[in-house]
């Protein structure tokens, strides 16, 4: 059985409690990926979920050690974490760029996407920063390079614009979104679905011996409501897209 690493959707909440004079205060760790999981693991993939604060010093360090996987996607996950391992950004050791092993991980052979959220492409307060790494390099679009967010509170529809594989079974309308990540067109030949006001929703192409796939929004809340993750063809979709990335489709 082929594995899917999904690296992200993971993060820690620190809360000030103030009761008039006094306060305390919590912390919590919560995770994201079961939607995305679910789909995985019922197209038939084994699921390794690496969160975001294990990913900065367990992530594969090189392309040898990617190759394991049949895909790899992120979500919800910024450049630093993968660029600023403990050794050197604590201990100024070097070591592998990540983002560059990606990309040579991809062109001999496997698969990468990227899923929307605050810390992907650019991110809130463009602080995920993948703009001009070699990961926007292989990507089916661009990244802005400020704050990339379009919040869509009153929900916006999406619509398909051509018949791509990954779209096969999804014969319904899709729900609405309540934001995504503005993204730059490359090609308009690699986009799948677009938002009512034509911003890139998904995107898809192949690189050398690999694919490269990106969903512009979330994959869970909050930009994908309850309507969307619950919708019936969910997990057809992104099954697809586990399978096309995989080359199983």
Not at 142 to 161: C, H, L, S, V, W
Not at 203 to 214: C, D, L, P, Q, Y
Request: some cysteine; aromatic content about 12%; glycine content about 8%.
């Amino acid at each position: 059985m082929k594995k899917i690493l999904l690296t992200g959707e993971s993060w820690f909440t620190y809360s000030i409690h103030t009761k008039g004079f006094d306060s305390f205060y919590n912390t919590s760790y919560e995770e994201g990926g079961k939607w995305l999981i679910n789909a995985f693991e019922k197209a038939g993939y084994d699921v390794e979920h690496m969160p975001s604060h294990i990913a900065a010093n367990n992530f594969p360090a090189d392309k040898q050690e990617m190759e394991q996987y049949g895909a790899i996607v992120f979500s919800d996950i910024g450049a630093n974490t993968l660029l600023l391992s403990n050794d050197v950004f604590m201990r100024s050791k070097t070591a592998t760029n990540r983002l560059d092993e990606i990309a040579l991980y991809v062109k001999e052979g496997g698969g990468f996407a990227m899923m929307g959220g605050y810390m992907s492409f650019s991110g809130i307060d463009g602080k995920a920063k993948y703009a001009g790494t070699a990961i926007e390099d292989i990507l089916p679009v661009g990244i802005m390079r400020t704050d990339d967010r379009e919040e869509k509170p009153q929900g916006i529809g999406i619509k398909a614009i051509c018949e791509h594989i990954i779209l096969k079974g999804v014969d319904s309308e899709y729900p609405k979104l309540l934001g995504y990540n503005k993204l730059i067109e490359k090609d308009p030949d690699n986009v799948i679905l677009r938002a009512d006001n034509s911003d890139i929703i998904a995107a898809a192409k192949s690189i050398n011996e690999g694919r490269t796939f990106v969903f512009a929004s979330d994959i869970a809340p909050h930009w994908a409501p309850p309507e969307f993750v619950d919708w019936e063809h969910y997990n057809t979709l992104f099954g697809n897209v586990a399978r096309w990335l995989c080359k199983d489709l």
